[in-house]
Nanobody, 124 residues
Framework: QVQVVESGGGLVQAGGSLRLSCAASGRTFSLYGMGWFRQAPGKEREFVAAITWRSGKTYYADSVKGRFTISGDNAKNTVYLQMNSLKPEDTAVYSC?????????????????WGQGTQVTVSS
């Protein structure tokens, strides 16, 4: 089993920045990588960014490309999501998850071991 805990959410004005953290523990060696997803009220959960453990290759949704940066610290089993130039439409609950399947990093069903989520609210 893998346990995942997110932190770092909060309230920020449009144009501001936040950094989210995702700490994984347990059988993390069984994971191919980690991903961030978000869910706004009344909307489906959507992919935000992901990173592979082995090579550090990163993946981003088009909506955040150029504004968000995902990074990882293998020694700490921790993944970060630096979010800059935040917009009101980025408001959502952000959740981190471990990827334990070998398929696409963009697909929700490839992930398990979800954290509880952290709220990000961007005011206009």
């Amino acid at each position: 089993q893998v346990q995942v805990v997110e932190s770092g959410g909060g309230l920020v004005q449009a144009g501001g920045s936040l950094r989210l953290s995702c700490a994984a523990s347990g059988r993390t060696f069984s994971l191919y990588g980690m991903g961030w997803f978000r869910q706004a009220p009344g909307k489906e959960r959507e992919f935000v960014a992901a990173i592979t453990w082995r090579s550090g290759k990163t993946y981003y949704a088009d909506s955040v490309k150029g504004r968000f940066t995902i990074s990882g610290d293998n020694a700490k089993n921790t993944v970060y999501l630096q979010m800059n130039s935040l917009k009101p439409e980025d408001t959502a609950v952000y959740s981190c998850a471990g990827k334990y399947h070998t398929g696409s990093y963009y697909v929700l069903s490839e992930y398990g071991y979800w954290g509880q989520g952290t709220q990000v609210t961007v005011s206009s």
